[in-house]
């Protein structure tokens, strides 16, 4: 599919500005409009959580093309600029990168590589022969194929393990079984399982059953602001890790995980390769898809390929998709016009069949479509109804409450435009929409923006709103809590890190699943292939897909 022009915050054009100006005056040279435009690019990049620019490919967007690559290279070589071991970019293996970055990613890379390499910590009283064959009989015992009975094996074998799978491949419940097998060679063992983001890390806990603590990583390493309260001096106490959801994991989060890390813990990182990078800088799971880094850690990758949950048509569009993704190639030009963003699937998009799970429909640009609001409208009045009823005393009724709220995910790839997230609200709320969070409506789903660790939230979590709008003291924002109990707050205690949260961007929804999922697609205002996949993979039943009539891009 084409990749589509993405939505770049105001603050792009002033920073890259600011830079093409002062780089070259700090360090002495002359300004170059090659180098100009490579440092705009790579400023640009850090939106998508990319470090660096592949020289070898195609020119970023707003590059003159008749230059590029050989003339880009030239004022490389001849610019202060790239050189050792002050200048602030660097070229390595073909790829331009941000010097600060590029040292970053070495650092954790090279952590990881050390961490495959070295010897598991084992109990001395422990037969490692018989706690492989013991894994290899609960393998078999548990139905798990054969590539799901080598993560188990590995996760025995190796300090290191990388599980890779799509939607519906298992990844769950090979960890469950990862684990057990683990508590079989050493009783005792310490474990922890932990994600991204709060969403991630109640799915996971639910997922495994509750038997293991689970948190986000922020609250694990005792996030405190800018610095962590875990590293290398006050190092986690674990013997065994478990990571979901890694594709959400950037490099300062790992690099710092890492540092917290006793040597001798065993950790398993879980994630899809196909799903949208991290926010922040530094994409983990995409640096690991290197053949280098994937020959260094061996045996320790396990990929998984065989989908056990039947999905329907939307597991046909997102494998198509993903394929598409892992396999490095584009999916054919020749389907249509690179303005189109289901360039490639329209084929299989136009003869789905109406009992499809997987519905796509064509809607005018011009306004939020009808059938989106009344979604969201149904969504809000059933939230509303079940939050009347809800007693913050209950915790059955915060759950059926929180239950409701998954019932259904409406995501945009962009804030602003007539599809983007704003638009979307007001088409709901009206006014409500840009009003202080004490006025909204109950039932509104509110969407956490920092991570609030003295509340026991996350950047991410998604609460709902409870309490009349005549009784202001009487409001309450009840969220979920990986493992425990609803964490109740008031509205007024999320100042200024609140936002209505009917509508999702594809991004904030990453870790969250729900019954159905609406999802709008603008042509030109953001998204790619990546941004498609993981938004039609957040539905566990249903997906409706709506684009603007392609003559009308």
């Known amino acids: 599919m084409a990749e589509l022009r993405r939505e770049l915050p105001p603050w792009v054009g002033p920073v890259a500005g600011a830079l093409v100006e002062a780089l070259p005056r700090l360090h002495g040279t002359a300004g170059d409009a090659r180098l100009a435009e490579l440092i705009t690019a790579l400023t640009s990049a850090l939106v998508a959580g990319e470090t660096d620019l592949d020289l070898a490919g195609p020119p970023p967007a707003g590059l003159e093309t008749a230059g590029w690559p050989g003339e880009h290279l030239r004022a490389l070589e001849e610019s202060p600029l790239a050189r050792d071991p002050d200048g602030p970019l660097v ?30 910590a084992e109990d001395p009283t422990a037969d490692p022969a018989a706690a492989r064959r013991r894994a290899a009989a609960m393998a078999k015992q548990q139905g798990l194929d054969r590539h799901q009975a080598g993560a188990v ?47 991630a890390a109640a799915r996971l806990q639910a997922a495994t059953g509750g038997r293991y603590p689970c948190s986000t990583l922020h609250r694990l390493l005792e996030s405190r602001g800018d610095r962590f309260g875990r590293d290398r001096h006050h190092p986690l106490a674990l013997d065994a890790l478990v990571v979901d959801e890694v594709s959400m994991v950037d490099l ?40 280098a880094l994937r020959r260094a850690l061996g045996k320790g990758v396990v990929t998984l390929t065989r989908v056990y949950r039947n999905a329907g048509a939307i597991a046909e569009a997102a494998e198509a998709l993903r394929r598409s993704l892992t396999a490095g190639d584009g999916l054919p030009a020749s389907a249509a016009p690179e303005t189109d963003p289901l360039a490639g699937l329209r084929p299989l998009l136009e003869s789905l069949p109406a009992d499809a799970n997987l519905q796509w429909r064509e809607a005018s640009p011009l306004a939020v479509p009808e059938i989106v609001q009344q979604r969201m409208r149904r969504h809000l009045e059933a939230l509303a109804s079940l939050a009347d009823a809800c007693d913050p005393a209950s915790r059955v009724g915060a759950e059926a409450l929180l239950a ?62 409870v309490g009349d709008g005549d009784d202001p003291q009487g409001r309450r924002l009840v969220f979920a809590s990986p493992g425990g109990a609803p964490i109740w707050v008031h509205p007024a205690q999320l100042a200024g890190a609140a936002q209505p949260a009917l509508a999702l961007t594809v991004h904030k929804a990453q870790g969250s699943e729900a019954e159905e999922v609406v999802v709008l697609l603008p042509q030109r205002e953001g998204g790619d292939r990546r941004l498609l996949y993981t938004a039609l993979t957040r539905a566990r039943q249903r997906a409706l897909l709506l684009t603007p009539p392609l003559r009308d891009g």
Do not use: F, I, Y
Not at 254 to 259: I, R, S
């Open 404 to 465: 409701e709220r998954e019932r259904l995910l409406v995501l945009a790839p962009v804030r602003h435009g007539r599809w983007g997230l704003e638009a979307l609200h007001r088409s709901v709320l009206g006014e409500a929409a840009t009003a202080p969070p004490l006025t909204w409506p109950q039932g509104l789903p509110v969407l956490c923006t920092r991570n609030l660790g003295e509340l026991g939230l996350a950047n991410g979590d998604v609460g709902v709103l």
């Open 252 to 291: 300062e989060l790992m690099g710092a995980l890492l540092q917290a890390l006793p040597a001798s813990c065993h950790l398993v990182l879980v994630g899809d390769p196909a799903q949208l990078p991290p926010v922040a800088p530094g994409a983990l799971l995409l640096e690991l898809q290197r053949p």
């Open 153 to 199: 094996r590995a996760a025995v074998e190796r300090p290191l393990v990388l599980l890779e799978g799509g939607p519906g491949t298992g990844k769950t419940s090979t960890v469950a079984a990862m684990l057990a097998a683990l508590e079989l060679q050493r009783p005792g063992l310490r474990l922890q399982l932990a994600a991204p983001t709060g969403k």
């Open 91 to 120: 070229l390595h293996d073909g790829r331009l990168c941000w010097r600060r970055w590029h040292e970053r990613r070495e650092q954790v890379l090279e952590a990881l590589r050390r961490r495959a390499a070295a010897s598991p």
